[in-house]
């Protein structure tokens, strides 16, 4: 890591959330959750189900609110940057109606740019992602890693700085979902992207992640943070990616057992 | 054909008024409580039910009628035989399949592409365009298709009642009573094509705007 001091991309402090569940009782999601997450960075977060990794992504997002404690992006509060997030969820949300080049060009479409510039931009995208040849088509017409690299692709369009993903990857075949985690640190480095990436896979935590925050489930609670301060692109058969692993790994199953 | 300019009035003005308001009410929870028990309770009259008594008000009076008034109508031969009360009950049988499934595309748009598309900042219109009516759009058709069969069906019945000169279920009629019976089923093989050919055009469109539903789960 540098010695110039980072700055903070996401910010939570003291979140907490409710749930009422059907039979009217408060069910917590979120004791006092804090996290930091630096620019430029990804950071993973890692838990079982029920650790409401997802209900993070989206009270960040500004789609929910918490019940108390403060969330914030570059120090900001999260509805101010509407057209500056993007979210990968892991079902795509690609719009079905639309040829993969309108869904890419939508964020441009929808902030006005021309149809010149827009188709410019979609086809160097387009390049840049592998998805030559699939313009025309329907998303349907698509399998699951390629549209996963077109909504990635609308991602990019939009230029938007902070990336929300939410298990983007999780319902792909290990190879695929090898190729676009590499995809994914090619262009968070090149256009200097903070992700925060919910993942239930250690494996994925611990290549891609520059952070880890390991939460616990049942209320959702952050048991421990820490950094990988190890250059990419790493080497699954290392020995300090083993040992990363068990790290994970040991800290989890503590909690599990507990 | 006068059978097919009644069809066309009467199904279009259906469609114009049944889409906008479906639209509308599908996007708000208030417009649609109070369009529920109206629709419901009118939709189940059927238009027939309505000939008489729309005769009663409207008379024979036409859209000829009410351009130039009731003593030169005659004049126009052929709005003059477009009568106000057939195009009521036309109207009918269109509005409420078209209203009904166009409420329904709106209503069943997944939440997640409205998130999407407001997190890339979009307006209420732009929602609307992108994302709401797209969705709805298949809908509509179908709507469209369903409210087509049952307005052909009224139309024929409607123009075997008193006060038509004119019309594919008038020369049924008439042919019927002379008991010309090589033209009575010519009348109901026309019918029967036409009623075939107008579903598989809008069939068509149907499955022009349906193709990405499959797979939508």
């Known amino acids: ?258 | 054909m006068m059978t097919l300019i009644r069809l066309t009035l009467g199904f279009g003005l259906g469609i114009i008024t049944a889409v906008p308001l479906g639209l509308w009410a599908g996007q708000s929870r208030v417009v649609d409580r109070i369009f529920y028990p109206v629709v419901q309770m009118a939709r189940s009259i059927n238009p027939i039910v309505l000939l008489p008594i729309a005769t009663v008000i409207f008379g024979l009076s036409s859209i000829a009628s009410v351009m130039s008034g009731e003593m030169e109508a005659w004049k126009h031969d052929v709005w003059d035989q477009v009568q106000l009360a057939m195009i009521l009950i036309l109207w009918w049988g269109a509005f409420f399949p078209v209203f009904l499934s166009t409420t329904h595309g709106v209503r069943t748009v997944r939440r997640a592409y409205i998130d999407t598309v407001m997190i890339m900042g979009a307006s209420k219109v732009q929602i609307f365009q992108k994302v709401i009516f797209p969705h709805a759009l298949p809908f509509i058709v179908n709507g469209t298709r369903i409210g087509m069969g049952v307005t052909w069906l009224v139309l024929i019945a409607a123009e075997i009642f008193p006060g038509t000169r004119s019309g594919i279920g008038y020369m049924l009629c008439t042919a019927c009573k002379t008991s010309d019976y090589q033209y009575t089923f010519a009348a109901i093989l026309v019918i029967g094509v036409t009623g075939l050919i107008m579903d598989a055009v809008i069939h068509r469109i149907e499955l022009a705007v349906s193709h990405w539903q499959a797979a939508e789960k």
């Open chain 1, 1 to 258: 890591m540098t010695g110039i001091a980072q700055t903070t991309a996401f910010s939570l402090h003291n979140i907490i959330k409710d749930y009422t569940s059907r039979e009217g009782t408060a069910v917590r999601a979120l004791d006092s959750v804090s996290l930091d997450a630096e620019q430029g960075r990804i950071t993973c977060l890692v838990g079982p189900t029920g650790s409401g990794k997802s209900t993070i992504l989206r009270i960040i997002s500004g789609i929910e609110e918490a019940d108390s404690g403060s969330a914030q992006i570059s120090g900001r509060k999260p509805h101010e940057f509407i057209g500056k997030l993007g979210y990968l969820t892991q079902h795509h949300t690609l719009l079905p109606w639309m040829r993969i080049r309108d869904n890419i060009g939508l964020p441009l479409d929808i902030v006005g740019q021309n149809r010149e510039t827009q188709g410019e931009k979609v086809a160097r995208i387009c390049e840049l992602l592998g998805l030559q040849g699939t313009e025309s088509l329907y998303p349907y017409e698509l399998s699951g890693g390629m549209q996963q690299r077109a909504a990635i692709g609308r991602l990019l369009a939009g230029g938007a700085p902070y990336w929300l993903m939410d298990e983007p990857f999780s319902a792909l075949d290990e190879k695929t979902r090898q190729r676009l985690q590499r995809l994914l640190l090619q262009l968070v480095r090149e256009n200097s992207i903070s992700a925060l990436f919910v993942t239930h896979s250690i494996d994925e935590a611990v290549f891609l992640a520059d952070r880890v925050v390991i939460l616990s489930a049942g209320p959702g609670r952050v048991i421990e943070t820490f950094d990988i301060a190890v250059s990419h692109p790493r080497d699954r058969l290392s020995n300090e990616y083993g040992r990363n692993m068990e790290r994970i790994r040991r800290k989890i199953e503590s909690v599990l057992s507990e």
